[in-house]
């Protein structure tokens, strides 16, 4: 494979990554205190949709690729499609981070409070950074892989119907995850607590902003895949 996505896919990609971009600036303080926790919600149950969405067109482009079978790290072509898995897991990582409040050797991802803006801004921003590598590690070698296991059966689906199923099945599963946790008083996941009270109070808003941003990216991915394929073609047959 080239180190560049087909062209098609390009865009589709590189929306990805701005969407999953917007989640990581979510996760700084300033930010994080001025979003309602329905949109917190919906950020955090929105991410397994978009990943299932993005690990459907990868594995497309893996398929449909000639050559020799590397790992699949090694497949993946560089930009916009390694951007957006890293950022994907750097999303969840610091969201974990933040909400159980862990630091890594005692660095933590929120700023001191008493630190100019800007200053508190570069802080969160390189402590994403660093984190990013190891979660685009974490995606393509083992979350990549395990979702193309997973989503082999939409193969032979239509794609249109291929990328509905994803889209379904991984924003049901976020949403169902949120509202089956314990977060009650001394529970594992009750810092979560916030959160599942807005989804609970404002069920059919957090259910569209969870599913806003993969249905748009899901047509959009269609009609950029369909686009490449068609110029592929037309260029094969010159």
Same mark, same amino acid.
């Given at each position: ?41 919906? *950020?955090?149950?929105?991410? *397994?949709?978009?990943?299932? *969405? ?18 699949? @790290? ?25 909400? @159980? ?13 008493? @630190? ?6 570069? @802080? ?6 660093i984190v990013t590598f190891p979660a685009y590690l974490a995606a393509t070698t083992t ?58 109070? =404002? ?34 047959? =010159?």
């Amino acid at each position: 494979m080239s180190d560049r996505p087909r062209p098609g896919l390009v865009p589709f990609f590189t929306l990805m990554t701005l969407l999953h971009g917007a989640a990581v600036l979510s996760r700084f303080d300033q930010f994080q205190a001025a979003l309602p926790p329905v949109v917190h919600a919906a *950020l955090l149950c929105g991410q *397994l949709p978009l990943i299932l *969405l993005e690990a459907y067109f990868i594995d497309r482009l893996l398929v449909a690729e000639s050559g020799p079978k590397l790992p699949v @790290w090694m497949r993946i072509p560089a930009g916009p499609i390694r951007s957006a898995l890293a950022l994907a897991l750097t999303y969840l990582g610091l969201f974990t981070l933040q909400t @159980w409040e862990i630091s890594l050797g005692g660095v933590d991802p929120t700023p001191p409070a008493i @630190w100019p803006l800007a200053q508190r801004l570069a @802080w969160f921003s390189g402590f994403a950074l660093i984190v990013t590598f190891p979660a685009y590690l974490a995606a393509t070698t083992t979350l990549l892989p395990v979702l193309r296991v997973l989503l082999r059966p939409l193969r032979a689906l239509p794609a249109a119907l291929a990328v509905l199923v994803a889209i379904g099945l991984g924003g049901g599963a976020g949403l169902l995850a949120l509202a089956l946790v314990d977060v009650r008083e001394g529970a594992m996941f009750a810092a979560l607590v916030d959160i599942k009270a807005a989804v609970t109070a =404002e069920p059919l808003g957090a259910l569209l902003i969870t599913f806003a941003g993969p249905a748009i990216g899901g047509v959009f991915g269609l009609v950029r895949d369909a686009l490449g394929r068609r110029r592929g073609r037309s260029a094969d047959a =010159e």
